[in-house]
């Protein structure tokens, strides 16, 4: 079938096939339904990683990766360049909208059970995605060379220290020197360089997982026929395309109105390698895993737990004993789910505080939390909870709960003779 | 009732369009309007940032001790700026209509000066020349060669030498016939805020000039 009338289309399609590419994988895609605005923030991640891509080519050709010039390059960048304080300030914030958007989006996937089969693929590449975020927006951050650059990369390198043996040597190894200093700037810079397009390429391989069974939806049971599902476009299309407009007007108010709400004023100091400040703390989205390394009172063990906690993710597609994906119909799921929502919440609090008094109680029960939420609670509950019954179909469930069946009766007048 | 809804697109088809369409093209024409001021600032960013720009102010130079033959060499905007206080000898020369005839431009023509310095000695002071020092080739930096003869053959009559590609000039820059480049070297604007002390990047209050106008730099 041909994708267009017009002869040059044709001509290149014969050739080269994007088009017919764009068709099967838009037009054709067929997609659940009843997805809710839950099922936005993947597309939303999307857009962001472009923002972020975009905005660091070009801050890029202005920035100095050099211990003597890296803090006045970007001061540069504010005052000097043609908007370049609006290039930054969105660079900036967009790396903590990235995060809201993909945590809101792995939330999603934990309450929907779209890590179940045959999705186990799809989900694991989200979690090595996470993984090459964290890292990109740890050496992200050591740009600029303040003060919370250069302590937030010594205290994060120093991590690698815990390691029995080879810690001190890879540690040195990391730095290129015997501390933080240009040799490790300027790795850093070419990684974070580097690593967004390395991200680029695991979400190709994001999107080539989902598009081989679809999109999971919060009924969690399958497509059965195509009056289960709609085309991608239009349908979906300008849905995202919505939802895109209503969270680019949350972002601009940051970036306008609010732009240094979510950084450290501290970072606006020069490093000095002479003196430490009084907290480090690192950016918001990392505060949980950071709460979880001071949990533990023991170097080796808190370093172990903090990668601890994002490795448990790729194994939850077998922690996850219940055969039923969406928590809708798991009664007491779906109460243990909005406690780790909970949970992580009070992780990013103790994150951002001292380890002192009752941060350290919340830390460790936290903690334990977090760990039996995935290795005991996920395991157990699959087992022993009795499921509501599913709805047969995804299309009588949306009819039935439209309250009409009118067009469902309508539909059943027709097919009489 | 879906007899009626039929009706009403036909009519809006017949006339001129339906409310789809309406929305398409007013959507699109806004997603392109976005494209384009998302973009802007991009493009934007990579002009003279307002540093390098008020690095382009006009420099004061003093000439005091510059000795009739030399040339000095200083920097404006990023580019060289050749500063020769011209001996008698050199100044007659330039008059030699033997000479002359093998130039390009002769007369100054092409806007390659401001109009202050369009004479036979392409300055404001015959003894003091100020010249882009940037060949109008492919822009290397031509030597300055003032002595007649020598290592480029009894024909050179003193002058700039362009390393690169061979290009030719006389003592007041004017470009040689039969050689790649095009056009005489640009004079920056300049004015003289004391006897000895040049101004350059700045025209005389009485002659505004856009040195942006000029041919080729």
Redesign the interface.
């Known amino acids: 079938m041909a994708v267009s009338q017009n002869k040059l289309v044709q001509w290149i399609d014969h050739r080269l096939p994007v088009f017919t590419f764009l068709d099967h994988e838009l037009n054709q895609y067929p997609t659940p339904k009843n997805l809710n605005y839950w099922w936005n923030f993947g597309s939303l991640a999307g857009v962001m990683l472009t923002i972020m891509i975009?905005?660091g080519v070009?801050l890029a050709?202005?920035y100095t990766p050099s211990v003597d010039d890296a803090f006045q390059s970007v001061e540069?960048i504010m005052?000097?360049?043609?908007?370049?304080w609006?290039?930054r300030y969105l660079h900036m914030n967009g790396a903590s909208f990235f995060f809201i958007v993909t945590y809101i989006h792995i939330f999603r996937g934990l309450y929907y059970g779209s890590y179940k089969a045959p999705r186990e693929l799809l989900w694991m590449l989200g979690v090595v995605i996470l993984l090459l975020m964290m890292m990109t927006a740890f050496m992200g951050y050591v740009l600029p060379w303040g003060q919370m650059s250069f302590w937030g990369a010594t205290v994060i390198t120093n991590l690698f220290s815990a390691f029995p043996g080879i810690g001190n040597d890879i540690v040195t190894w990391l730095w290129g020197g015997f501390a933080v200093g240009n040799p490790t700037l300027n790795r850093f810079y070419a990684l974070h360089y580097l690593l967004p397009f390395v991200i680029f390429a695991v979400v190709g391989l994001h999107l080539m997982a989902l598009h081989q069974h679809g999109s999971n939806n919060p009924l969690g049971i399958d497509r059965k026929g195509p009056q289960d599902s709609v085309p991608f476009h239009p349908y979906y299309t300008y849905k995202d395309m919505f939802g895109l407009s209503a969270f680019l007007i949350v972002f601009a108010i940051v970036v306008f109105y609010f732009p240094n709400l979510l950084g450290n004023p501290e970072n606006y100091i020069p490093a000095n390698p002479m003196q430490t400040p009084p907290e480090i703390v690192p950016e918001w989205y990392l505060l949980p895993y950071y709460a979880i390394l001071r949990a533990i009172p023991n170097k080796l063990l808190g370093v172990c737990a903090m990668f601890a906690s994002i490795f448990v993710l790729f194994i939850v597609p077998w922690l996850d004993t219940s055969k039923v994906r969406s928590a809708y119909f798991r009664p007491i799921y779906k109460w243990v789910f909005w406690l780790l929502v909970i949970d992580a919440f009070a992780l990013g609090a103790v994150g951002a505080h001292r380890p002192e008094g009752i941060w350290i109680v919340i830390g460790r029960v936290g903690t334990i939390y977090y760990f039996l939420h995935f290795l005991v609670l996920m395991p157990l509950i699959g087992w022993f909870e009795r499921p509501l019954p599913l709805p047969p179909s995804i299309a009588e469930a949306v009819l039935k709960k439209r309250g009409g069946g009118a067009l469902a009766g309508a539909a059943a007048t027709r097919t009489k003779p | 009732m879906a007899e009626s809804a039929h009706s009403q697109t036909a009519d809006a088809h017949a006339a001129g369009g339906t409310r789809r369409d309406f929305l398409v093209i007013t959507g699109n024409a806004l997603l392109g309007i976005g494209a384009v001021a998302a973009a802007w600032?991009?493009i934007?960013?990579?002009?003279p940032?307002?540093?390098?720009l008020a690095a382009g102010a006009p420099i004061d130079v003093d000439l005091s001790s510059l000795q009739p033959g030399q040339q000095i060499l200083v920097l404006w905007r990023s580019r060289p700026i050749f500063i020769v206080h011209r001996t008698p000898a050199e100044l007659k020369k330039l008059q030699d209509p033997q000479d002359i005839s093998l130039l390009r431009d002769p007369d100054s023509n092409v806007l390659q000066q401001p109009p202050y310095v369009k004479n036979w000695h392409r300055s404001i002071k015959p003894e003091y020349l100020v010249l882009v020092g940037i060949c109008t080739h492919l822009g290397c930096i031509p030597e300055f060669m003032p002595q007649p003869g020598g290592s480029l053959g009894p024909a050179w009559l003193g002058g700039y030498f362009c390393p690169c590609h061979g290009s030719r000039y006389d003592l007041s820059g004017r470009v040689f016939s039969g050689v790649p480049a095009p056009y005489n070297l640009p004079v920056p604007p300049h004015h003289f805020v004391s006897g000895t002390t040049v101004r350059i990047g700045e025209n005389p209050t009485t002659s505004p000039f856009d040195f942006d106008s000029i041919e080729q730099i």
Do not use: C, H, I, K
């Open positions: 975009v905005t070009f050709m202005q540069r005052r000097e360049v043609n908007y370049g609006l290039m | 600032p991009l934007s960013s990579m002009n940032a307002r540093d390098v």
